[in-house]
């Protein structure tokens, strides 16, 4: 097995190794280089939907995201081949993802990881991007830092998707619920190394204590420092590459691309931890 730095604050490229047939020391390498890099790109690995939950599932148990299903489709299709409807809340979310985002935060327990596979993907265009919200915070300066570190903010899909100009209907998908929102520290403790680090991106609003217009301010301030390079690298997906990324540390948008070709995703998520992934208390 082949571990290469991308050349960013995180990232790795892994090879040599066949997902498809992971042995248990296998799995320790891979999981102590996530630890260290945070996202890990797997080139050419055409995993079988079975080997991706069983990926998962080392990690934690998964989230259900669709109709009780480990491992589900991020498409521009629909099953029967043709193109997702433009105006449906499916299409209108997989364009509100081409904004920084973490994956879960509006949901009660935010989620743990994400493993993407990629199985047709455009000519060009539909890169994917992670930022390291660790070495973000580590590059504000102190004051802030101290400012923010007892900060929290709502997260809600209904709010981010407004900003783009999207209602979706409630529990469409993703088990929206828009009676409880949860509220989130700007600055996580990740559960396993101990650093600290942002915890923001597109579905984060209203900063307890602020004015909507202060907190929007800052998150957008803070969001925009954060997605600069040497923090940021982007994936170019190749049919069989398998990427997967904590999601407790990093933030991560799709790019867009033409729409009129297809796109065919299959996600696994894992769901966290409700002792530290769970929401806080407003009080």
């Given at each position: 097995?082949?571990?290469?730095?991308?050349?960013?604050?995180?990232g790795?490229?892994?090879?040599?190794?066949d997902l498809?047939?992971?042995?248990d020391?296998?799995?320790?390498?891979?999981?102590?280089?996530?630890?260290?890099?945070?996202?890990?790109?797997?080139?050419?690995?055409?995993?079988?939907?079975?080997?991706?939950?069983?990926?998962?599932?080392?990690?934690?148990?998964?989230?259900?995201?669709?109709?009780d299903?480990?491992?589900?489709?991020?498409?521009?299709?629909?099953?029967?081949?043709?193109?997702v409807?433009?105006?449906?809340?499916?299409?209108?979310?997989?364009?509100?993802?081409?904004g920084?985002?973490?994956?879960?935060?509006y949901?009660?327990?935010?989620?743990?990881a994400?493993?993407?596979?990629?199985?047709?993907?455009?000519?060009?265009?539909?890169e994917?991007?992670?930022?390291?919200?660790r070495?973000?915070?580590?590059?504000?300066?102190?004051?802030?830092?101290?400012?923010?570190?007892?900060?929290?903010?709502?997260?809600?899909?209904?709010?981010?998707?407004?900003?783009?100009?999207?209602?979706?209907?409630?529990?469409?998908?993703?088990g929206?619920d828009?009676q409880n929102?949860?509220?989130?520290?700007?600055v996580?403790i990740?559960?396993?190394?101990?650093c600290p680090t942002?915890?923001?991106?597109?579905?984060?609003?209203?900063?307890?204590?602020?004015s909507?217009?202060?907190s929007?301010?800052?998150?957008?301030?803070l969001?925009?420092?954060?997605?600069?390079?040497?923090?940021?690298?982007?994936h170019?997906?190749?049919s069989?590459?398998?990427?997967?990324?904590?999601n407790?540390?990093?933030?991560?948008r799709?790019?867009?691309?033409?729409y009129?070709?297809?796109?065919?995703?299959?996600?696994?998520r894992?769901?966290?931890?409700?002792?530290?992934?769970?929401g806080?208390?407003?009080?």
């Open positions: 097995m082949n571990i290469n730095p991308i050349n960013a604050t995180l790795a490229t892994v090879t040599g190794v498809n047939a992971l042995t020391d296998q799995w320790r390498s891979v999981e102590e280089a996530w630890y260290q890099y945070a996202v890990l790109v797997f080139p050419g690995q055409h995993i079988e939907e079975t080997a991706q939950v069983a990926l998962g599932e080392r990690i934690g148990n998964l989230e259900r995201l669709v109709s299903h480990k491992a589900v489709p991020i498409s521009n299709r629909r099953a029967d081949g043709k193109a409807d433009e105006d449906s809340d499916h299409f209108q979310i997989l364009k509100g993802n081409e920084w985002h973490t994956d879960s935060t949901m009660p327990v935010s989620a743990r994400s493993i993407l596979s990629a199985q047709v993907v455009p000519a060009e265009g539909g994917t991007e992670w930022a390291d919200m070495a973000a915070f580590d590059a504000l300066d102190q004051s802030t830092q101290e400012r923010i570190r007892d900060m929290a903010a709502y997260h809600s899909l209904f709010y981010s998707q407004a900003k783009v100009g999207h209602k979706p209907q409630k529990g469409a998908s993703y929206l828009d929102i949860p509220l989130r520290p700007l996580k990740h559960p396993v190394t101990g942002l915890f923001i991106g597109r579905h984060a609003h209203g900063i307890s204590g602020l909507d217009a202060e929007e301010s800052l998150l957008e301030e969001t925009a420092f954060a997605c600069q390079p040497p923090r940021v690298f982007a170019k997906w190749q069989g590459d398998v990427v997967m990324w904590d407790r540390c990093v933030l991560h799709a790019r867009p691309y033409d009129s070709q297809p796109r065919i995703m299959r996600h696994v894992v769901a966290g931890d409700p002792i530290s992934e769970a806080i208390n407003p009080s």
